[in-house]
């Protein structure tokens, strides 16, 4: 939802705006102002600015979430040893503390930009800004984005990315995205990562998952996924390549505007379009 | 825990309507949230204090509206309300919907109280 057009007037809330509505009064010596803005606002507009950089230079920008642990990080391993040298790929990593996910990406000859959140249970649009300062776009096809492994807070968030993707490893149980329709709902796909152990754990149905999802009304395709044995890969890779046709097609129908003149001040929250 | 950064958000767009007005202070501050905003109200509730102190908005009221989640049909069109882990059509029974309202996290209004004209204020 955009905070210009009026679309962020919803059947929710269109009584209170109405003229006699709960918003509209005012005591005298005050004035009511009405503003209909996201509460994250700020972050929408960096997000968006980001998405434009990322568009400039023609990069996918796809956001891993899930849980901790349920391997993003090993995901991105097999992704990139699969990929070879067909796609080339940058990774921004957050994490609250550490080095050691990034660690394990350069080790795979790949460009990787770690963000310590500190006590930050999210990644915000903020923090992508400033990692792509230390980032030449035109170098890359792909940006990955590992977010912070929780399954609440980083739903809230748009970072500019073009895709999100949540991983549901089959350790977690098949109900998560009854758990957590937030994070699910935002997903464009979901995947059903360790799929290597679901002879093991029987328990987790990919079918129940599937139904879970349905009642989220998520139309995001499904792909069981096992980054230790590959199965699963080609869709995976499949659907990346997909992703990537896809802004192409969007993007010369929608050309970013090359007379975009991007200068960037090198400290923190300083923005200039 | 986000709750905190959104509230400072918050507040920091509040600040930034208010300056612009050329506002005194702010005495009230509606919100709009729905269930699927992935923002616990609670929470939010207990972090403004926190993030309005010092601010021009520091003796607001947060008034919070709740809004409903409501779906709409992609097979029969019907509109109904719904759950946060059940998004399905109450007439068909079908899973092809879309959200009409119930994921919102929103700033609806401002009072603010005008420079000029201003009753003079009581020392706390």
């Given at each position: 939802m955009c905070d210009t057009c009026g679309c962020n007037i919803t059947h929710g809330n269109e009584s209170l705006i109405r003229p006699g509505g709960k918003l509209q009064k005012t005591?005298?010596?005050?004035?009511?102002?009405?503003?209909?803005?996201?509460?994250?606002?700020?972050?929408?507009?960096?997000?968006?600015?980001?998405?434009?950089?990322?568009?400039?230079?023609?990069?996918?920008?796809?956001?891993?979430?899930?849980?901790?642990?349920?391997?993003k990080t090993a995901l991105l391993e097999a992704t990139i040893q699969q990929m070879g040298e067909g796609l080339r790929i940058a990774v921004i990593e957050g994490d609250?503390?550490?080095?050691?996910?990034?660690?394990?990406?350069?080790?795979?000859?790949?460009?990787?930009?770690?963000?310590?959140?500190?006590?930050?249970?999210?990644l915000d649009a903020h923090m992508i800004?400033?990692?792509?300062?230390?980032?030449?776009?035109?170098?890359?096809?792909?940006?990955?984005?590992e977010n912070v492994g929780n399954l609440v807070c980083p739903a809230s968030f748009d970072l500019g990315q073009h895709a999100n993707v949540a991983l549901l490893s089959v350790p977690e149980g098949d109900d998560k995205p009854a758990k957590y329709p937030v994070m699910f709902r935002t997903a464009d796909l979901v995947m059903i990562s360790k799929?290597?152990?679901?002879?093991?754990?029987?328990?987790?149905?990919?079918?129940?998952?599937?139904?879970?999802?349905?009642?989220?009304?998520?139309?995001?395709?499904?792909i069981a996924l096992s980054s230790k044995n590959l199965s699963g890969m080609n869709n995976w890779i499949e659907w990346i390549s997909h992703q990537i046709e896809e802004r192409i097609a969007y993007l010369e129908e929608h050309p970013v505007q090359s007379g975009h003149h991007?200068?960037?001040?090198?400290?923190?929250?300083?923005?200039?379009? | 825990m986000h709750e905190l950064a959104i509230c400072q958000s918050l507040m920091e767009q509040v600040e930034s309507i208010a300056q612009e007005r050329d506002a005194k202070s702010v005495t009230s501050i509606t919100i709009g949230m729905g269930p699927l905003s992935g923002v616990e109200v609670q929470l939010l509730k207990n972090a403004y204090p926190i993030a309005s102190a010092g601010t021009v908005a520091q003796d607001a009221e947060l008034v919070i509206e709740?809004?409903?989640?409501?779906?709409?049909?992609?097979?029969?069109?019907?509109?109904s309300d719904a759950l946060p882990n059940k998004l399905t059509c109450k007439q068909c029974g079908d899973w092809r919907t879309t959200l009409i309202s119930g994921d919102e996290m929103m700033l609806m209004s401002l009072e603010l109280e005008k420079t000029k004209g201003a009753q003079p204020e009581i020392m706390h």
């Amino acid at each position: 939802m955009c905070d210009t057009c009026g679309c962020n007037i919803t059947h929710g809330n269109e009584s209170l705006i109405r003229p006699g509505g709960k918003l509209q009064k005012t005591e005298s010596g005050k004035e009511a102002v009405t503003v209909l803005h996201s509460l994250l606002h700020e972050n929408d507009h960096t997000a968006k600015h980001n998405r434009n950089h990322f568009d400039q230079h023609n990069v996918l920008a796809i956001n891993l979430m899930s849980s901790p642990g349920a391997g993003k990080t090993a995901l991105l391993e097999a992704t990139i040893q699969q990929m070879g040298e067909g796609l080339r790929i940058a990774v921004i990593e957050g994490d609250l503390e550490t080095e050691n996910d990034a660690e394990r990406i350069r080790k795979l000859g790949v460009k990787a930009i770690q963000i310590a959140t500190g006590s930050a249970c999210h990644l915000d649009a903020h923090m992508i800004h400033q990692a792509l300062h230390n980032l030449d776009l035109s170098e890359y096809d792909i940006v990955f984005i590992e977010n912070v492994g929780n399954l609440v807070c980083p739903a809230s968030f748009d970072l500019g990315q073009h895709a999100n993707v949540a991983l549901l490893s089959v350790p977690e149980g098949d109900d998560k995205p009854a758990k957590y329709p937030v994070m699910f709902r935002t997903a464009d796909l979901v995947m059903i990562s360790k799929c290597d152990l679901l002879p093991i754990l029987d328990d987790f149905d990919p079918e129940r998952a599937k139904k879970y999802l349905q009642d989220i009304a998520s139309t995001a395709p499904i792909i069981a996924l096992s980054s230790k044995n590959l199965s699963g890969m080609n869709n995976w890779i499949e659907w990346i390549s997909h992703q990537i046709e896809e802004r192409i097609a969007y993007l010369e129908e929608h050309p970013v505007q090359s007379g975009h003149h991007h200068h960037h001040e090198h400290h923190d929250d300083s923005l200039t379009v | 825990m986000h709750e905190l950064a959104i509230c400072q958000s918050l507040m920091e767009q509040v600040e930034s309507i208010a300056q612009e007005r050329d506002a005194k202070s702010v005495t009230s501050i509606t919100i709009g949230m729905g269930p699927l905003s992935g923002v616990e109200v609670q929470l939010l509730k207990n972090a403004y204090p926190i993030a309005s102190a010092g601010t021009v908005a520091q003796d607001a009221e947060l008034v919070i509206e709740h809004l409903p989640i409501k779906v709409k049909c992609s097979q029969c069109g019907s509109e109904s309300d719904a759950l946060p882990n059940k998004l399905t059509c109450k007439q068909c029974g079908d899973w092809r919907t879309t959200l009409i309202s119930g994921d919102e996290m929103m700033l609806m209004s401002l009072e603010l109280e005008k420079t000029k004209g201003a009753q003079p204020e009581i020392m706390h």
